[in-house]
């Protein structure tokens, strides 16, 4: 078998899996409506415990963020040197550097002066210690004099903040290249390397390197609390820094789906920085720049290129690699477009980009049979982990809001039975008592947010309560439907283009608002 065909069968199962999990219940249903029942009932008592663990994992998260938050790192920092002890690291913080990696598509000067103000305003060193780069696409007339204008009136403004403040432009013709942000931001870090590290000699495990969206703004002690992390780790224990994202730039600005697709994010991040076997790289992190480098930088032919480090770090360092949370958050943007149809579908395009990482199974997969150092249990874990993960993603929602209803709406006789009469009941009542776990996300997510601007009334709390309601209609219709269209696209070879998620400022507030 040649390996097109085997990767051809690789990416066909996981939409044959989902699609065989919607549709088979319907043929059981009618010929043996009792298996149905049975699994119903099996899965939503798996989804009260799931229920149960995220309310208890995203309380801990949330007193670990608020924790970590009122911490003065740098005062950490400064009082470890002076203890005389060694870092873990092997080197000291006045030889350590950091740079930030910023891909820029067409996002404009208000959207990034907000990110670069929260880095001046931070907790530390950084005109001494920082190093800015904006890598810039140029793949369309007139980009990049747009970006070269942003950039000049950014740094204008700034320049003089940072040890460096740079730009560079990522050529739209590289061969092997995908137009994608990971592609840019990989150009970015090489002309990092080749025009500064290399020239300047600076080693590069003395460097910390933060990848981040245009939109990404960081919480004061952010960077310290990285570099503390970075130094207290020992330079032969391979280490990313994934901090929790609240998405609270925009949260008052934005409509009640975007907000319910926001907060959900944070929520996973939160319940899965407590479950090591399933926290990965996501969107804006940090790491070390030898372990970019080692890895040959980020993916420039696929999509998901966060997830995708995660893998190609795993597999390069032999299963030697981990993943730490920072409990101090970034700030990012939740989605906001030019009027509310367009930032619907930006949503959507979103979730489906975000669920087209059902590629990396393919992918790690093909890196399983070429690995010979790490143990298959490891490897079949993570592949299977990642598979069972798209599948609940695109399948979970449709059962809970259907599943249970199939045997006795297709087959009326069973409604007669014990078992069939008394099916409606005990999923009610499972389901009713799982409710735990979305009144601790309502609570949390009031107790998270940012205050409220002037301009809203004190009713626009009672909002961010009652958007709530409609979170099965958001799971099933944006969610669900996002990763069953990834997963078919993919089982078809339908490849998925990458799209950009519209970065706007919304400075006043609608007429119903």
């Known amino acids: 078998m040649s390996r097109h065909t085997l990767k051809r069968i690789l990416e066909i199962i996981p939409g044959l899996l989902t699609w065989s999990a919607l549709l088979l219940p319907i043929l059981v249903s009618i010929w043996l409506p009792v298996v149905i029942a049975i699994y119903v009932i099996i899965f939503d008592l798996y989804w009260l415990y799931r229920s149960l663990y995220l309310s208890r994992n995203i309380i801990v998260a949330y007193f670990r963020i608020k924790k970590d938050t009122k911490i003065n790192w740098m005062t950490k920092i400064r009082n470890y040197e002076e203890s005389h002890k060694l870092w873990p690291r092997g080197v000291k913080f006045d030889e350590t550097l950091h740079v930030i990696i910023m891909p820029q598509y067409n996002e404009t000067y208000d959207v990034i002066s907000r990110s670069l103000e929260s880095y001046i305003k931070s907790n530390f060193p950084v005109k001494s210690k920082m190093i800015f780069v904006l890598t810039s696409e140029i793949r369309k007339p007139g980009l990049k004099e747009l970006n070269q204008k942003t950039f000049d009136d950014l740094k204008k403004r700034y320049g003089q903040k940072f040890l460096q403040f740079e730009q560079t432009f990522h050529p739209p013709d590289i061969s092997g290249e995908l137009a994608c942000k990971s592609s840019n931001s990989t150009w970015g870090a090489k002309f990092f390397k080749n025009e500064i590290l290399d020239k300047k000699k600076i080693a590069y495990n003395k460097v910390v390197v933060h990848n981040f969206d245009t939109d990404t703004q960081v919480h004061p002690q952010y960077f310290a609390a990285i570099a503390y992390q970075y130094l207290m780790t020992p330079n032969d224990l391979p280490t990313s820094y994934q901090p929790i994202h609240l998405y609270n730039n925009n949260i008052w600005e934005t409509g009640a789906i975007m907000r319910i697709v926001a907060t959900s994010s944070t929520i996973t991040l939160m319940h899965n920085s407590l479950r090591p076997h399933r926290f990965k790289n996501f969107s804006s992190r940090s790491d070390c720049f030898q372990t970019i480098v080692d890895i040959n930088y980020w993916v420039v032919d696929a999509?998901?290129?966060?997830?995708?480090?995660?893998?190609?770090?795993?597999?390069?360092?032999?299963?030697?690699?981990?993943?730490?949370?920072?409990?101090?958050?970034?700030?990012?943007?939740?989605?906001?477009?030019?009027?509310?149809?367009k930032t619907l579908k930006t949503q959507y395009q979103q979730l489906r980009r975000w669920a087209w990482g059902i590629v990396d199974f393919p992918y790690t997969a093909l890196k399983a049979?070429?690995?010979?150092?790490?143990?298959?249990?490891?490897?079949l874990s993570w592949s299977?982990?990642?598979?069972?993960?798209?599948?609940?993603?695109?399948?979970?929602?449709?059962?809970?809001?259907?599943?249970?209803?199939?045997?006795?709406?297709?087959?009326?006789?069973?409604?007669?039975?014990?078992?069939?009469?008394?099916?409606?009941?005990?999923?009610?009542?499972?389901?009713?008592?799982?409710?735990?776990?979305?009144?601790?996300?309502?609570?949390?997510?009031?107790?998270?947010?940012?205050?409220?601007?002037?301009?809203?009334?004190?009713?626009?709390?009672?909002?961010?309560?009652?958007?709530?309601?409609?979170?099965?209609?958001?799971?099933?219709?944006?969610?669900?439907?996002?990763?069953?269209?990834?997963?078919?696209?993919?089982?078809?070879?339908?490849?998925?283009?990458?799209?950009?998620?519209?970065?706007?400022v919304k400075t006043k507030p609608s007429p119903t608002e």
């Open 303 to 341: 999509i998901p290129e966060d997830s995708r480090q995660f893998f190609d770090s795993m597999y390069h360092y032999k299963g030697r690699f981990w993943v730490q949370p920072i409990y101090v958050p970034l700030l990012m943007d939740a989605v906001l477009d030019d009027n509310w149809l």
């Open 369 to 379: 049979f070429d690995d010979h150092e790490i143990s298959w249990r490891k490897k």
């Open 384 to 504: 299977l982990r990642l598979l069972e993960g798209h599948f609940s993603w695109a399948t979970a929602a449709i059962h809970i809001a259907i599943l249970g209803w199939m045997p006795i709406l297709l087959n009326p006789k069973f409604g007669d039975t014990v078992i069939g009469f008394n099916l409606p009941t005990i999923t009610r009542t499972v389901l009713n008592i799982s409710i735990v776990g979305m009144i601790t996300v309502i609570i949390l997510s009031l107790i998270m947010l940012p205050p409220k601007p002037k301009h809203y009334r004190r009713r626009r709390y009672l909002m961010f309560i009652l958007q709530w309601g409609i979170f099965p209609v958001v799971s099933l219709f944006f969610s669900s439907i996002a990763s069953i269209d990834a997963q078919t696209r993919l089982m078809f070879g339908k490849y998925l283009e990458y799209q950009v998620t519209a970065k706007s």
